[in-house]
């Protein structure tokens, strides 16, 4: 697999250089689970939609480590009507469509 697109290759690294954004350790002090993702600026050269992609990538890695390690947000991750289990499952796929269109096989 590889990605021929200098755009996403652009996305996709600044992604991987910036996974701090999605370390939990500190869930409990924050208002939101993407409080960090929501703050992190993308650089200027990327276009928007690979800006909000990106974003959405982040977004998809931090709810990973959410459910592998942690629990303080799943009262409200339960409600019928949780904003939180929108923003997850958009950024799920979302993520899982931009990989799939950026990727040759």
Known sequence: MRVENAHARSILSCC????SLTNLSEIKGQETLFEGVNNFVFP???SSISKKCGKEL???MTSRNYFAH?????????SRNS???KEILS??????????S????
């Open 16 to 19: 991987a250089n910036n996974s």
């Open 44 to 46: 200027n050269k990327n």
């Open 91 to 100: 950024a799920c796929v979302i993520s899982l469509l931009y990989i799939y």
């Open 102 to 105: 950026v990727i040759e096989i």
């Open 70 to 78: 942690h629990y303080c947000k799943d009262d409200e991750l339960n």
């Open 58 to 60: 982040l977004k998809f």
């Open 83 to 85: 904003e939180l289990a």
